[in-house]
């Protein structure tokens, strides 16, 4: 990640996306990953590209919704949902959906740079009054976490992996601008290489 | 004449062992009036699990992540919800996930309520632009079989489909205004 890792960032935020997110996926344990569209889909192909990651380039607001139907279907794989902060705030309402359900097996991770990264960096809302955190507890997602440095990695990738979920992350991260790494846009098949990972679908 | 609804026959039965044969164990939803039958059959069936949403979008999420993790599930909603759904409806589309959706109509036949009628006729067309196949029905006893042969489609064909509950078997809800 040496490039990504020298990439210059602005804003207060120190953490960087690329690295942070690849040090997160490495200690995954086996968790099938649902990023939302844009940059947490590209942050995961940078990582390294996996059958077990449904990137996404679209429906925006279904990054939780989908990882909540996947791990009520798999109950005993861990799930998680991995997207940015204007993604989640489009599907905010599914928090309570998540927190209702309760899904021992499903965590969720938001990048929050507090902007719309993919579109012009236009100032997101949770720059200044909106706390994701509060929101989520607000829902009842109790077990919550922010993530302000590389240094709590450790403490996320328990919260999210080992913990007993729903479980609710936001790791403020600085706006950078990272090399392009664009997957697979082809939804279906996207969608059958993650059934054939899962082990639902024959290869 | 009147808009008097159909009676007598209960659909909500026929769709809940329509579900059963095809296993298709969750559903999402905001709820309806029309459909308080049929999800009281899920609430109280230990095998099947009911996901209340705060926006009908939610569930075509929800249905397309169980769909990839080996389950089926679909959505259930008043006509207009269906149109809190449109951009999302483009999601299963596009990884050729099934999605089915079971829609009761308002805004059609004999509606009291103004605001409900834009939605209620539109959701047929707008259905129809984004590529859900719709099955529409007006009689109670064709519903069990409309939403067999769209499950069908769906699940096993990898398509979306909407079956649409008119109206006239649901009524009309007249608050009082009739």
């Known amino acids: ?203 | 004449m009147t808009a008097t609804p159909e009676t007598g026959h209960d659909w909500s039965s026929d769709v809940f062992a329509a579900m059963t044969a095809r296993n298709i164990s969750t559903v999402c939803t905001i709820p309806d009036g029309g459909l308080t039958r049929l999800l009281n059959l899920v609430k109280a069936a230990s095998a099947m699990r009911l996901v209340t949403l705060t926006t009908e979008e939610e569930g075509i999420g929800v249905a397309t992540g169980a769909w990839l993790g080996g389950k089926r599930a679909m959505v259930a909603m008043q006509s207009s919800g269906v149109g809190n759904c449109i951009n999302a409806v483009g999601y299963p589309l596009t990884l050729r996930s099934p999605l089915l959706l079971l829609v009761t109509m308002r805004g059609q036949w004999g509606e009291f309520n103004p605001w409900q009628v834009p939605m209620g006729q539109g959701t047929q067309t707008v259905l129809e632009t984004m590529g859900v196949k719709c099955f529409p029905v007006d009689s109670a006893a064709q519903v069990g079989e409309t939403f067999a042969a769209a499950a069908d489609m769906a699940f096993n064909g990898q398509q979306s489909a909407a079956v649409l509950i008119s109206q006239r078997i649901i009524g009309a809800k007249g608050f009082g205004q009739k």
């Open chain 1, 1 to 203: 990640m040496t490039t990504q890792g020298q990439t210059a960032i602005s804003g207060t935020n120190q953490i960087k996306r690329r690295a942070f997110v690849a040090e997160i996926l490495k200690a995954r344990a086996g968790a099938f990953v649902v990023p939302g569209l844009g940059s947490a889909t590209w942050d995961c192909f940078a990582a390294g590209d996996s059958p077990e990651y449904l990137y996404s380039w679209g429906g925006m607001g279904l990054a939780v919704p989908t990882a909540l139907g996947l791990a009520l279907a798999q109950p005993d794989r861990r799930i998680l949902a991995l997207t940015g902060d204007g993604e989640m705030m489009m599907g905010i309402g599914s928090l309570a959906v998540v927190a209702d359900q309760a899904p021992k097996n499903l965590g969720i991770l938001v990048l929050d740079n507090e902007s719309f990264g993919e579109t012009g960096r236009q100032t997101g809302l949770t720059s200044h009054k909106t706390d994701l955190v509060a929101v989520a507890k607000g829902f009842g997602i109790s077990n919550t976490f922010v993530a302000t440095t590389h240094a709590d990695i450790p403490a996320l990738v328990k919260l999210l992996f080992q913990s007993s979920g729903p479980s609710f992350a936001v790791a403020k991260i600085g706006l950078s601008e990272d090399p392009w790494a664009l997957p697979e846009k082809d939804g279906a098949a996207i969608a059958r290489r993650f059934q054939i990972a899962l082990g639902v679908a024959k290869p």
